[in-house]
């Protein structure tokens, strides 16, 4: 189990970098990787040529400088390092990760606009990951921001590329949350569009927009309302089912039985973000019951751990998880 890095007494430890190029590299422009690991372990990390000394609770320490040897290892392999990187390698190390860093972080899923590598960013992306290699069908459960549908949409986006699918297929439920389709402006298409724009908008992360055009033109990426769904069988596809906590029981049956030979599905949602009427079942919760003990399906569970936007999402999520959880509420 890591060590929490709030326990232990104050310490001071230094880390001598073998020459000043790699500490460069290591520390960082402006020493930012240093301060994304300050801020992640909450340690002092001053630093002098190519040494580094952190001072901070005993478990603090230890922790930062075990990442620091891990990063160390990394740099000296040719893996450029980023201040995210650093952060999240931190995140790794205090979840006991540590010996598996490399592995993770250097897991290079799909290398997007701009040159951006998409790579998993916990012990939990990575497995997610890894489960989506392995099994047809695959659930990932959480708070937003933990990378489920980014990562499904990588992983798809690779698996066209190598040809393993013909097509992509992205589906989300069209749910009135708050609002009513009837009221909103335009014929259905334009009226469903909205719900779909998440999807849209990671598509274009992933590929360049002219061609996501092309591939969206072509029918070999389709977005689409689950609704659309139903009659059809999905062959040769790599299928993704966004926002799948508003899905009734019937939608997440109906869609899980569309999965033709050569296929490949992801079920992403947040059982905390449920916006049926009242009184309704989820059809993401009564999947998690009914299929749990199909060993060819896949549950995989993130936690605001794994929130990996800016860093302030992650202390919302937990914020309104206390609040939850406190019973208390306001009229």
């Known amino acids: 189990m890591a060590t929490t890095p709030d326990s232990g007494s104050e310490a001071v430890e230094t880390v001598d970098v073998e020459d000043v190029a790699t500490a460069r590299a ?12 300050e801020r992640a372990l909450g340690v002092k990390a001053d630093s002098r040529g190519n040494e580094v000394t952190f001072r901070g609770t005993a478990a603090a320490v230890k922790l930062a400088v075990d990442t620091l040897r891990e990063l160390r290892r990394m740099v000296s392999q040719g893996h450029a390092l980023f201040p995210s990187d650093a952060d999240h390698a931190a995140r790794i190390v205090r979840e006991g990760g540590g010996e598996r860093l490399r592995e993770i972080l250097s897991d290079i899923i799909h290398i997007g606009v701009r040159n951006r590598r998409v790579t998993p960013k916990s012990v939990t992306q990575k497995a997610y990951v890894d489960a989506i290699r392995e099994h047809d069908i695959v659930f990932g459960v959480g708070p937003a921001g933990t990378g489920k549908t980014y990562l499904a949409m990588a992983m798809a986006i690779g698996a066209l590329q190598r040809k393993e699918v013909n097509r992509i297929v992205l589906v989300r439920p069209a749910v009135e949350a708050g609002e009513k389709l009837g009221f909103l402006p335009g014929d259905i298409a334009e009226k469903v569009n909205p719900y779909l724009r998440p999807l849209h908008d990671a598509l274009n ?7 996501a055009g092309k591939l969206l033109e072509l029918g070999t990426i389709e977005i689409a309302p689950l609704a659309f769904m139903r009659g059809r069988t999905l062959s040769d596809s790599f299928v993704i089912l966004d926002e799948a906590q508003n899905t009734t029981t019937e939608q997440m049956k109906m869609f899980l039985t569309r999965l033709g030979i050569g296929s490949k599905a992801v079920i992403t949602g947040d059982v905390t973000q449920v916006d049926l ?6 059809g993401l919760v009564e999947a998690q019951k009914v299929l749990l003990n199909i060993d060819e399906i896949k549950f995989v569970a993130f936690t605001d751990k794994d929130v990996v936007r800016h860093r302030l999402v992650q202390e919302i ?4 998880d206390r609040f939850g959880s406190s019973g208390t509420s306001h009229s």
């Not at 999520?317 to 309104?320: G, I, L, P, Q, S």
Request: hydrophobic share 40%; charged share 30%; net charge positive.
């Open 317 to 320: 999520v937990r914020a309104y």
């Open 26 to 37: 290591l520390f960082g422009e402006r020493q930012s990787n240093l301060k994304a690991l």
């Open 277 to 282: 009427p009242s009184g309704k079942m989820s």
């Open 205 to 211: 992360d992933m590929v360049d927009f002219d061609k």
